[in-house]
């Protein structure tokens, strides 16, 4: 059975915007360019900008393999 988009299966609704915060200090820290991280994703460079900005959500999936 698939979680719930909007909570993860958590109850608790995710915080979008804190989690795009929290993915580019990582990459920044990191030393990755977003064209880089966005390669490493899988996903394209301006979508992985949106996530950052919170313009757009982040999937359980997606979450787990940018926070490894």
């Keep these: 059975?698939?979680?719930c988009e909007k909570c993860w299966g958590t109850g608790?609704?995710?915080n979008h915007l804190?989690?795009?915060r929290?993915?580019?200090q990582a990459r920044e820290r990191s030393g990755?360019?977003?064209k880089a991280a966005a390669k490493l994703?899988?996903?394209t460079d301006s979508?992985?900008?949106y996530l950052e900005q919170g313009?757009?959500?982040w999937s359980k999936e997606l979450w787990h393999k940018a926070s490894r």
Excluded: F, N, T, V
């Design 1 to 3: 059975m698939r979680d």
């Design 12 to 14: 608790k609704e995710i």
């Design 18 to 20: 804190q989690l795009g």
């Design 22 to 24: 929290h993915a580019r």
């Design 32 to 34: 990755l360019s977003l």
């Design 41 to 43: 994703l899988g996903i």
């Design 47 to 49: 979508y992985l900008c």
């Design 55 to 57: 313009k757009r959500g």
